[in-house]
């Protein structure tokens, strides 16, 4: 009896000026437990070592933009995989991201969602690391980065208005009444060096795209939308332990709060290459 051939799954990873993380994402996505897998990086124009680090480490390197959402529909739509993963080029995935993402696929789940950590120098990437660390598991904050192909193409992709809100987005969409499930392994976000002033300048960028974000999908949006997280106030015993964090946690999200407000009170064309340049520092 013939066995069946393992199901081929497509990396999607989408980049801008990302020299810095990519050698490291690539490599964490080559050296997954599950084979066969596909990496296409998705290119949005750099101007930094990112393409010649793409073409040597990944199957396939494509020109995409103005955005994320672009970039990760151009990818999908090139990708042979039955299944996509979709990361971000500072990603670095444990070994087993994609057998733990399609087990929890193969059991019935439409979105699966990779709990992630944080790492990164100075004090307010320790604060973000701090933060996340509540959110492991935490389905009204996550969203889904594994899923089929053909069902993400058939709803239509992801959203090219939004920038920020788009992965809850599709994966809302995709879930519908179901929740999204998580897979047994883990994800590593290398936050680099962040600062108050670039965290507000992200949240405001995303905030461009909230109120489109909050007609689609309504109390659902609002409530992603809460800086007062219950995962937050569920880890109160934590903060209490560490005072120091739990002060600097507050005082980064208030920021990231007021930036994410103004930037939904800015009715001005958006710039699209902001949130890269940004992130590319």
């Known amino acids: 009896m013939r066995r069946a051939m393992p199901q081929l799954v497509s990396m999607i990873v989408t980049t801008k000026n990302s020299q810095r993380t990519l050698e490291a994402c690539l490599r964490s996505a080559r050296a997954q437990t599950h084979q066969p897998v ?3 990086v998705v290119d949005n124009g750099s101007s930094d070592a990112t393409p010649e680090i793409a073409r040597r480490l990944a199957d396939s390197v494509i020109e995409a933009g103005p955005e994320r959402s672009a970039q990760r529909n151009a990818g999908m739509r090139a990708a042979r995989g039955e299944y996509v993963l979709v990361l971000d080029s500072d990603m670095v995935l444990d070994p087993d991201v994609v057998e733990a993402a399609l087990a929890a696929s193969n059991a019935g789940a439409r979105v699966v969602a990779i709990p992630e950590e944080s790492f990164g120098q100075g004090f307010w990437s320790v604060c973000k690391t701090f933060e996340r660390s509540f959110y492991r598991e935490d389905a009204l904050i996550s969203a889904g980065r594994f899923f ?21 987005d599709l994966s809302m969409r995709l879930a519908g009444s179901s929740a999204i499930a998580f897979a047994h392994a883990r994800i590593r976000h290398d936050e680099g060096r962040q600062t108050l002033s670039e965290l507000f300048k992200k949240k405001y960028y995303y905030g461009r795209s909230m109120p489109a974000f909050v007609r689609k999908h309504g109390r659902s949006a ?19 332990r560490r005072p120091v964090l739990a002060a600097g946690l507050i005082v ?3 920021t990231e709060a007021i930036g994410g407000a103004a930037g939904m009170l800015d009715a001005r064309p958006r710039r699209n290459d902001s949130v890269y340049r940004s992130a590319a520092r």
Do not use: C, F, Q
């Open 38 to 40: 596909e990496i296409i």
């Open 148 to 168: 089929s192909k053909s069902d993400a193409l058939e709803a239509g992709g992801y959203d090219e208005t939004l920038t920020g809100p788009e992965d809850w």
């Open 222 to 240: 609002l409530a992603r939308l809460n800086p007062l997280r219950p995962s937050l106030v569920r880890g109160m015993g934590a903060m209490v």
């Open 252 to 254: 980064m999200k208030t």
